[in-house]
T-cell receptor
Framework: DQQVKQNSPSLSVQEGRISILNCDYT??????FLWYKKYPAEGPTFLIS?????DKNEDGRFTVFLNKSAKHLSLHIVPSQPGDSAVYFC????????????FGKGTLLTVNP | DSGVTQTPKHLITATGQRVTLRCSPR?????VYWYQQSLDQGLQFLIQ???????AKGNILERFSAQQFPDLHSELNLSSLELGDSALYFC????????????FGQGTRLTVV
């Protein structure tokens, strides 16, 4: 039972354009959402998070949008840069006293020069 | 550098053997998480410790066990190893056990032959 789903295994965009990575979740108890970036042979690196009391959070080129009614979140990267090429994981936590992060399977983003 | 240190980086062992993976969390972080990433899989949560006590358990096999010591470092013990246990094992830490970003180590790549 996959509670966090990233339905696009890969995404390719041109440098300078917008990258939009999507994530859906099924557990309505989730109340905190995060995006991680992972390069090969490295651990995941935290990018940006959003609490369920918000619908948008920005940090530089990265913006996360949360649509609670649709149980959907997205990560926008503008403008995309070749160094952004990596696997992006969506994660969620919350629900009682259980704060473990539940991850999606990831989306490989390739930004072409 | 996330501040989370995992040793060893690589481990090759035979089926039936037992190994111990070690994790030193970021300075001041009380919570430690262990995740497994197999081929084509996302990050699967194994277990969480908070200030020395087990806080949450995921799909961790009975052959696997973990503990967090008074100095807050953690060890993941894998025994009676099978070929299917070959994976990347990540440790992450966070300041407390609540909704917050976790910082990941570089992982230990375990190969069972």
């Amino acid at each position: 039972d996959q509670q966090v789903k990233q339905n696009s295994p890969s995404l390719s965009v041109q440098e300078g354009r917008i990258s939009i990575l999507n994530c859906d979740y099924t557990n309505s108890m989730f109340d905190y959402f995060l995006w991680y970036k992972k390069y090969p042979a490295e651990g995941p690196t935290f990018l940006i998070s959003i609490s369920s009391i918000k619908d948008k959070n920005e940090d530089g080129r990265f913006t996360v949008f949360l649509n609670k009614s649709a149980k959907h979140l997205s990560l926008h990267i503008v403008p995309s840069q070749p160094g952004d090429s990596a696997v992006y994981f969506c994660a969620a936590s919350g629900g009682g006293s259980n704060y473990k992060l539940t991850f999606g399977k990831g989306t490989l983003l390739t930004v072409n020069p | 550098d996330s501040g989370v240190t995992q040793t060893p980086k690589h481990l090759i062992t035979a089926t039936g053997q037992r190994v111990t993976l070690r994790c030193s969390p970021r300075s001041g972080d009380l919570s430690v998480y262990w995740y497994q990433q197999s081929l084509d899989q996302g990050l699967q949560f194994l277990i969480q410790y908070y200030n020395g006590e087990e806080r949450a358990k995921g799909n961790i096999l009975e052959r696997f066990s973990a503990q967090q010591f008074p100095d807050l470092h953690s060890e993941l013990n894998l025994s009676s190893l099978e070929l299917g246990d070959s994976a990347l094992y990540f440790c992450a830490s966070s300041p407390w056990g609540g909704n917050t970003e976790a910082f990941f180590g570089q992982g230990t790549r375990l190969t069972v032959v």
